[in-house]
């Protein structure tokens, strides 16, 4: 069965700080990828998707997302935070072929101090 | 565009008691979703519709879940009766694209928050 891990529950930065999400998914197949981002009082929303072509997506919010096929890897990354970042963000991953369940990872939680 | 409408937005009941949530997808999506979040966790997919039938429903707990989605449009999740664990966020999210190959993404409403004491 498919699964996905995030690896930090929790994350603290400074405003201008770089972030680095860890997510490693399990399935062996076609996967479809996507970072989820919940800010607060807010429903979930689409952050970025990954389905195939170049391994390096860009989003909105100036965030970014490279797949590692090898390591079964999809990082989200921004290179200086705001203090609107602050949120919890979740990794999920559909099977590429049929189906097409979305399972998503506990999540992370980032509060950027101002 | 519209979004996904859920109600209500806040629920406390009693366990062993029942209730009912109510979500309005986006107009013209197919695919409807239930999940529930608890506390600290992602969100877990309950049911999963196809317009009107049913695409994956293995981690509804069917003892005491039940959804239906009658005619292809909005749908209703009901439990009965209600358990402390039941205590939760549920979801529901919508999605345009009936294909096989690929799944584009899933459109969130606000969710229903669910307190069983």
């Known amino acids: 069965a498919q699964s996905v891990s995030q690896h930090n529950h929790h994350v603290i930065l400074s405003e201008a700080a770089s972030l680095e999400l860890g997510c490693n998914y399990s399935?062996?197949?076609?996967?479809?990828l996507f970072w989820y981002v919940q800010y607060p009082g807010q429903h979930l929303q689409l952050l970025l998707k990954?389905?195939?072509?170049?391994?390096l997506v860009k989003g909105i919010k100036g965030f970014e997302a490279e797949f590692i096929k090898s390591k079964f890897s999809f990082n989200l990354r921004k290179p200086s935070v705001q203090w609107s970042d602050t949120a919890e963000y979740f990794c999920?991953?559909?099977?590429?072929?049929?189906?097409?369940?979305?399972?998503f990872g506990a999540g992370t939680r980032l509060f950027v101090k101002a | 565009e519209a979004g996904v409408a859920q109600s209500p937005r806040y629920k406390i009941i009693e366990k062993r008691q029942s209730v009912a949530f109510w979500c309005n997808p986006i107009?013209?999506?197919?695919?409807l979703y239930w999940y529930q979040q608890i506390l600290g966790q992602g969100p877990k997919l309950l049911i999963q519709?196809?317009?009107?039938?049913?695409?994956?429903d293995s981690q509804l707990p069917k003892d005491r879940f039940s959804a239906e989605r009658l005619k292809g449009v909005d749908s209703t999740l009901k439990i009965q009766p209600a358990k402390l664990e039941d205590s939760a966020v549920y979801l529901c999210?919508?999605?345009?694209?009936?294909?096989?190959?690929?799944?584009?993404?899933?459109?969130f409403g606000s969710g229903t928050q669910l307190s069983v004491l």
């Open positions: 999210a919508s999605s345009p694209y009936r294909g096989i190959a690929t799944n584009e993404k899933l459109f």
């Open positions: 999920a991953v559909n099977e590429g072929t049929g189906g097409f369940k979305t399972i």
């Open positions: 399935y062996g197949g076609t996967v479809n």
């Open positions: 107009s013209g999506h197919a695919t």
């Open positions: 990954y389905f195939s072509g170049d391994p």
């Open positions: 519709f196809q317009n009107n039938g049913v695409v994956d």
